[in-house]
């Protein structure tokens, strides 16, 4: 999986150029961002006379093999908040339990009588 750069490279140089117009000669493409990647470097190559590298503007984001596990990953996450949200919502419709009599466990000692370490 590849981002893609190169129009985004276009608009920044654009803005170069109208603060600085002495950097940059003649003027720079407009990339169309349906046009192929290869299309899109000679646009840009052509405007600014030189020839660009053929991975110009290009960052690899993960590689083929790498995107597999990623999507198993977040399938793996999707499931478990389906899970989680299931098990919320049967947790919070189950009905108190009846178990405890009296209001729980009392202590032997009386409220008013203070307790002292020493």
Not at 10 to 30: Q, T
Not at 49 to 55: C, H, I, M, N
Not at 89 to 115: D, H
């Amino acid at each position: 999986m590849r981002l893609d750069l190169v129009p985004l490279v276009a608009i920044a140089l654009g803005e170069v150029r109208s603060l600085a117009p002495a950097f940059l000669k003649g003027s720079i493409p407009v990339i169309d961002t349906a046009a192929t990647p290869d299309r899109q470097r000679a646009e840009l190559a052509a405007a600014l006379g030189r020839p660009l590298a053929a991975d110009f503007g290009h960052i690899t984001l993960l590689k083929s093999d790498q995107v597999s596990t990623a999507q198993r990953a977040v399938r793996l996450f999707d499931t478990a908040v389906w899970f989680l949200l299931a098990l919320t919502v049967a947790l919070i419709a189950q009905p108190p339990s009846s178990s405890r009599r009296g209001g729980g466990a009392r202590s032997s000692t009386s409220a008013s009588a203070p307790c002292s370490p020493w």
